[in-house]
């Protein structure tokens, strides 16, 4: 007898195995092709995120940027402005004159000058440089007081013989109405030299000249007190105050912003517990109970009983099939209510006099 004849009952059982094989082999295709399809779906949502911040990051990017007037998609045509009534300066006077109005509004004070009363309105200022009535006046008054701001503070050019015809300093001359003329030739020939007006009010007065040369002079003295110390120590005291309401303001954001809500080393070890219960695993911070430790080291689940029941049968290479696509998909759970977990919650560093704080907020 050949040894490698076969009976007619392991043939009908060779026969009857085959399909189950066939079975087995297709769940295992299916499997493997929706464990692909999964990675791939994945693979694919990540890319899809990191596309959506990436061109998220470039609009936020884009909408920093300034952008030019003309360069606006909703243009809209300027506003038709009808002129001041009243006015018979030219555009240069009339910013001269303007300038000079708000100057002394913002610092007349510092410079002495009483705000309400002592500064001129715009329309007495323009009466006055067309010297019409009581107005001429008052704006040589204003020179005055102007030019003996100046002279003290800043002062005059170092090394320059600053003397008036009878040798007097122009530190020690008493300035008024009638030798204001003389004083302002000599200060402005030592900061800009011979200049066709330095060289008019040599033999013509202030109020002689045109309205714009009596701008023009205005403008200057206020541009050379914008340079005095007490201006500028003014300026500083306001950029310090508004630092401070800056600084304060930052502040009651932030703990308007911390109140009422969980801190972040709080959120962690909530995270960390929930982790644990989620896996049934100790966590290694520390973060598990004691309950899930000895039910996650004592006690053996109901799988590994089956398992460990079922270990002589047909059916453990289906077990273990079952036992990984199990924890494929508690994986994908996992990293699925991870990123919800990421999105409620939003850790948020902001900067509060120099200190840094961590705040969460739900939602």
Known sequence: MGSCSESPENLLLGQDMVPQLYRKGTLYLEKERLKQEKRDEKRLNKERKLEQRRLELEIAKELKKPNEDMCLADQKPLPELPRIPGLVLSGSTFS???????????????????????????????EGLLNIGDSMGEVQDLLVRLLSAAICDPGLVTGYKAKTILGDHLLNVGINRDNVSEILQIFMEGHCGQTELTESLK?????????????????????????????????????????????????????????????????????????????????????????????SLGTPTPGRKRRRKGGDSDYDDDDDDYSDDQADEDDEDEEDKDDKKGKKADICEDEVGGFYYLSTSYG
């Open 96 to 126: 001269d004159c303007l300038m000079v109005v708000q100057f002394l509004r913002n610092f007349g004070k510092v410079l002495g000058f009483d705000v309400n009363l002592e500064v001129p309105s715009l329309s007495v200022l323009q």
């Open 203 to 295: 033999t013509k007065a202030f109020q002689a000249h045109p309205p714009a040369q009596k701008a023009s002079v205005l403008a200057f003295l206020i541009n050379e007190l914008a340079c005095s110390k007490s201006v500028i120590s003014e300026i500083d005291k306001n950029i310090d105050y508004m630092s401070n309401l800056r600084r304060d303001k930052w502040m009651v954001e932030g703990k308007l912003r911390t109140k009422g809500r969980t801190p972040y080393w709080a959120l962690c070890f909530r995270l960390r517990i929930i982790h644990a219960k989620k896996t049934g695993k100790r966590d290694i911070s520390g973060g598990g109970d004691i309950g899930e430790e000895q039910h």
